[in-house]
């Protein structure tokens, strides 16, 4: 069975077509500038990648193309070989617990939520349409960002901010990541054949969360109601006083979504740095002995220390620390520097192993007391998984 794995922006829109349950990615790619001038797309395929220029009035234009293009390249015979359709949804509130077929009262608690995730869960749902007006015949789900991390306790998840904000506006920690953590966590336990596994989930990207998982199940995560909360990130503060913000607007005037942009848009390596959000200019910058990319990398390094030693008496104890997303595969010496800050709970890494991007790899010594491991996340293969799971 082909399913489609589909992450839709506002005016973009990926894919990965695997076959399944195989998990064989047959092509992927993605439509960008949809709805504006100069829009193209991207695609991969049989280790080749094409881009063409072409004008993309909607995500339904995006579709129809894609299906011409799984045509012309003999990918697909039909369209109706495309049995499901799994879509990324980010904000899946209190109301999804796991990944769910798109029906009409599913997408309405969707639209309902956008008021939490106003730039991404809108924008999903311009995908899903336009996904439903080309392949009438597959099978759509919704695969939720927040959905592993709703099996956090109630004392975990609520913040000590006046109940009613909760009751009436809905405020409280939904985490986001979830299909990354997920999927390394899944993996995670095969590896250590245990399925019971105490693990410490660090999905390092531009964005970054870490979750202590136990048995599958997500016990505490970093991000919160919105993404911005947590780890130091590449252009995000994270946990920060709160009361900073009504102090700083009030001095300068600044309005809510000014202070909004910047602790999304301005804060984090690139805050602190001036530099950069990319963690490989920062590096490059400590090469060449910028005191403010030195700073940020500290400040960076130290959040995640933070949390991971938080997990860690959260667990009681951990059976594996992994590593993930862009930073978390590819960044040798944040991984190093991290690893050697957990000298006092027994970590101990090998140099050698932990010289490695973008694999799977043990990165510590065989005398740690933790292991440590690399896992490229695969968001997409978890959506396509709990899509395929659900249509056949
Ligand atoms: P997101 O999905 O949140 O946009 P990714 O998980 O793709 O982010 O991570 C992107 C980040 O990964 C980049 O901003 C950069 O900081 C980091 N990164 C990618 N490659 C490397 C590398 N070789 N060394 C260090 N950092 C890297």
């Known amino acids: 069975m082909k399913v489609l794995s589909v992450n839709a922006g506002s005016s973009s ?7 399944m349950p195989e998990e064989k990615e047959l092509i992927s790619g993605v439509f960008e500038r949809i709805g504006i001038e100069n829009s193209f797309y991207t695609i991969k395929f049989n280790g080749e990648k094409i881009k063409k220029e072409t004008e993309l009035k909607d995500h339904k234009a995006a579709f129809e193309l894609l299906v011409k293009e799984l045509i012309n390249n003999k990918i697909v015979e039909s369209l109706d070989e495309i049995a499901g359709i799994g879509h990324r949804i980010v904000q899946g509130g209190s109301y999804f617990d796991k990944t769910v077929l798109a029906t009409e009262d599913n997408i309405s608690i969707v639209e309902k939520l956008s008021s939490l995730a106003p730039l991404h869960n809108p924008a999903a749902v311009v995908g899903l349409r336009a996904a439903q007006s080309v392949f009438p015949n597959a099978t ?8 592993f991390h709703q099996t956090m306790e109630e004392e975990v998840y609520l913040y000590p901010v006046p109940y009613e904000w909760y009751t009436k506006y809905a405020v ?19 590896i250590l054949d245990n399925d019971e596994a105490r693990l410490i989930t660090c999905h390092i990207g531009n964005g970054a969360s870490i979750s202590a998982v136990k048995g599958g199940k997500c016990v505490e995560t970093s991000m919160g109601l919105t993404p911005n909360a947590g780890l130091m990130m590449g252009t995000r503060c994270g946990d920060i ?6 102090y700083i607007m009030e001095e300068t005037g600044m309005s809510a ?3 909004d942009t910047a602790l999304n848009k301005q ?10 959000s990319d963690s490989r200019d920062i590096e490059d910058g400590i090469k060449n002995g910028d005191e403010r990319c ?33 930073v978390g595969e ?37 005398n740690s007391k933790i292991p440590v491991y690399v896992i490229p996340t695969n968001e997409e293969l978890m959506i396509a998984t709990d899509t395929y799971n659900l249509a056949k």
Do not use: W
Not at 13 to 19: A, I, R, V, Y
């Open 241 to 246: 006083d709160a009361t900073i913000l009504p």
């Open 330 to 366: 590819n960044s040798i010496s944040t991984r190093m520097e991290v690893m050697e800050k957990l000298a006092c709970l027994g970590v101990k890494p090998d140099e050698e192993r932990n010289n490695v991007r973008g694999k799977e790899a043990l990165i510590s010594a065989d």
């Open 13 to 19: 829109l990926k894919f990965t077509l695997f076959e």
């Open 140 to 147: 759509q789900t919704l695969v939720f960002d927040t959905a």
């Open 267 to 276: 804060s984090g390596l690139l805050g602190i740095s001036g530099v950069s």
């Open 294 to 326: 030195i700073l940020a990398q500290k400040m960076y390094v130290k959040r995640i220390v933070d949390f991971i030693a938080k997990y860690y008496v959260e667990l009681g104890g951990c059976d594996a620390i992994i590593f993930t997303a862009g």
């Open 257 to 259: 979504k000014e202070m």
């Open 172 to 190: 409280r920690r939904y985490g986001a990541h979830g299909t990354s953590h997920k999927y390394v966590s899944m993996r995670a336990n095969e």
